[in-house]
């Protein structure tokens, strides 16, 4: 059974914030801050603000945030977070951020998609994905949430075709 309540606790924990520095850091040379996003059911939480990044330019970044502790060769792509609600999973939302960091905590590795690049490209792939590739059921207590399991390679190509516009 899938615990959302765990995965929220070792979000929530702290532990991570070396981590993410590092990885913003890395990502942003010219961060001067970051902060997680607050906690809980607030409108930043909702809109899937799990990090705010400053800037040296006075510009800011916003990242949802998604840790997986087992390392895999896909990224899951949760499409239905609550199949009795029938209520979108994360890529199907409007969220308001920039980034999704997504990280494989084991080899500490972080693939950091721009929000509007990857819903393009989930909207050009959706079906041919959701027919072509494993589906997730992650069993939580009254219900299940469903993912489609994409090879961390289709998806960085399939992005970067996305970024090409032909008119």
């Known amino acids: 059974m899938n615990d959302f309540k765990e995965c929220y606790d070792i979000a929530e924990s702290g532990k991570l914030e070396p981590f993410w520095d590092a990885t913003y850091k890395f990502a942003f040379p010219n961060m ?13 939480q909702n809109s899937g603000v799990d990090r705010i990044i400053y800037l040296e330019n006075g510009k800011t970044v916003t990242v949802e945030e998604k840790v997986r502790t087992t390392s895999y060769p896909d990224i899951a792509i949760e499409y239905v977070s609550n199949d009795t609600t029938n209520s979108p999973g994360w890529i199907e939302k409007d969220l308001s951020v920039d980034y999704l960091a997504y990280a494989f905590l084991p080899i500490k590795t972080v693939y950091l998609f721009d929000w509007r690049m990857l819903k393009l490209t989930w909207k050009r792939n959706k079906d041919a994905w959701l027919s072509k590739y494993f589906i997730a059921h992650a069993q939580n207590e009254y219900y299940t949430t469903l993912s489609v399991c994409i090879p961390i390679d289709t998806l960085l190509e399939s992005c970067k075709e996305s970024s090409i516009i032909r008119v």
Do not use: A, H, I, Y
């Open 32 to 44: 001067t801050n970051q902060m997680k996003g607050r906690s809980g059911k607030c409108n930043s």
